[in-house]
């Protein structure tokens, strides 16, 4: 019998597997499709790669602010889309290379739960039946598909999902988006960027779902700028060949679309594999577990988008770790209030922690401090015209650091510096006291903090 069963091969499967596996465990991991799972080969990965061609493109094209002549840059999707599927492939490599070395089984194959079997879990796949003392679900999600006529007849087709909106050799002339979230966004800039006339209709009053909303707001307006027309509060009545019908007061107006792409969330995968034949309990379509991935039954683990709740590929690797560190007798938590969330766009927005909004609803005594972007030098000497937001949120009195949000490139690769001071509860003075690289954007994290009165 094996120590442990992991089903789902993405994020949340292999770190957990490769863990688990180094601790001691002899563990199998069964993946139906491709390792690497939604993030590596439709999602996170050729997303980034796809975005940065668009960087890439714009850069080239503004140039000329940098003193740099060049003739004319141009795009070629079908060598964009063939580079991020090398990049898919280097790393799904790297995947399969970690899953050996650690001596972790994989299987590809779809699993299905049968049953308890003595001390543990029977699992059939293909052929194979497997047993394991331990279960861990990892089986991710998938994209939300909402009842709106029209939708599900074209979905694959005019209606795209962010798998074909990642591998379109074809530029569309018109491009509708519905839902302002991040596929939607991330994807609006990147046809924005390739010459497609993109329309972005999201129902509710700000695109970016949780995001800070004077943050929300400004990428709004940068993207607009760029050339994305947004229709907000505006609710998709439906979805024919050629067009989305949209709800606007009292009247029906048509976006003329040559692709739709559906961006509305996404659901867990926790389906289909055969969990109800040992009783585990879920919750609205995801597998219910504790803050150390336990569910119901013991022995049994989840992990990863399919438990629900913030379905980012970061959280899940934490998520799996701590779940990993449960089975080892070692009590740990995933802090979701320290959990950060980037959206890759140009410029992108990186946040951590409370936003406004949610530090009101808390019903918290919080005080704000923003700067500029352009007081970083860095960001100054690489943006020229370009500008962005910096924002600190700390609790009153105790000046304990509750949220960051940063609107300006690079500053995804900064925020993790406040995960890490937020997650300890760090106040404003221990904070300030880091040093920080100088000159770089992330700078404008520690100017901001300084804003915050001895
Ligand atoms: P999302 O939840 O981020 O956004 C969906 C948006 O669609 C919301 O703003 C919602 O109000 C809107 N919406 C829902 N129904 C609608 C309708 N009928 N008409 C108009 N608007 C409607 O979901 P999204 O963008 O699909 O992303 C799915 C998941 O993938 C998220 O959990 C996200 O965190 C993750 N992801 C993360 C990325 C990152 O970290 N950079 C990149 C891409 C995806």
């Known amino acids: 019998m094996l120590d442990l069963i992991v089903i789902g091969g993405g994020p949340a499967g292999y770190h957990a597997a490769e863990r688990a596996a180094r601790a001691g465990m002899q563990v199998c991991l069964f993946e139906k499709n491709t390792l690497g799972g939604v993030c590596l080969n439709e999602g996170c990965i050729p997303s980034k790669a796809l975005l940065y061609s668009a960087k890439i493109l714009e850069n080239a094209r503004a140039c000329k602010r940098y003193g740099i002549e060049v003739a004319e840059a141009r795009p070629d999707p079908g060598m964009i889309v063939k580079r991020s599927e090398k990049v898919i492939r280097t790393l799904v490599a790297g995947v399969r290379a970690r899953m050996k ?17 003595g001390e543990g879990f029977k699992v059939a796949a293909g052929e194979g039946e497997y047993a394991a003392r331990r279960l861990l679900i990892c089986a991710g999600s998938q994209p939300a598909v909402p009842p709106i006529p029209g939708i599900r007849e074209h979905l694959g087709g005019f209606v795209l999902t962010n798998r074909e909106a990642l591998s379109l050799k074809e530029i569309p002339g018109e491009l509708v988006v519905i839902g302002g979230g991040v596929i939607g966004l991330e994807m609006a800039a990147y046809y924005n960027a390739m010459g497609s006339r993109v329309t972005v209709v999201e129902m509710l009053e700000h695109i970016g779902g949780p995001l800070d909303t004077e943050i929300a707001d400004l990428l709004q307006r940068e993207l607009a700028r760029q050339g994305i027309q947004f229709y907000l509060q505006a609710q998709v009545q439906s979805v024919r060949e050629g067009g989305v019908l949209y709800r606007e007061k009292d009247a029906t107006v048509e976006i003329a679309a040559d692709k739709v792409l559906l961006a509305v969330g996404r659901r867990p995968a926790a389906e289909n594999l055969g969990l109800e034949t040992i009783g585990v309990a879920m919750e609205r379509g995801a597998v219910k577990a504790d803050a150390q991935g336990r569910t119901n039954v013991e022995g049994v683990y989840a ?152």
């Open 101 to 117: 070395n650690a001596g972790v089984e994989v299987v590809r194959e779809a699993a299905l739960v049968c049953g308890k079997s």
């Open 303 to 454: 992990a990863g988008d399919c438990i629900g709740g913030v379905m980012l590929a970061h959280t899940a690797y934490r998520e799996a770790e701590v779940a990993v560190q449960a089975m080892l007798g070692r009590e740990e938590s995933v802090h979701y209030d320290a959990n950060p969330s980037v959206i890759y766009t140009h410029p992108e927005v990186a946040c951590v922690g409370l936003s406004e909004e949610e530090a009101a609803r808390r019903g918290m005594d919080y005080e704000v401090r923003k700067l500029s972007m352009r007081y970083s030098g860095r960001f100054l000497a690489e943006n020229e015209g370009g500008d962005g937001l910096c924002k600190i949120l700390a609790e009153k009195g105790s000046r304990r650091i509750l949220g960051a949000h940063m609107l300006g490139n690079s500053s995804s690769e900064a925020i993790w510096g406040m995960a890490a001071l937020i997650g300890m509860g760090a106040d404003v003075y221990q904070a300030r006291a880091t040093i920080f690289p100088h000159p770089t954007v992330g700078e404008i994290l520690r100017e901001t903090l300084w804003e915050f009165e001895d």
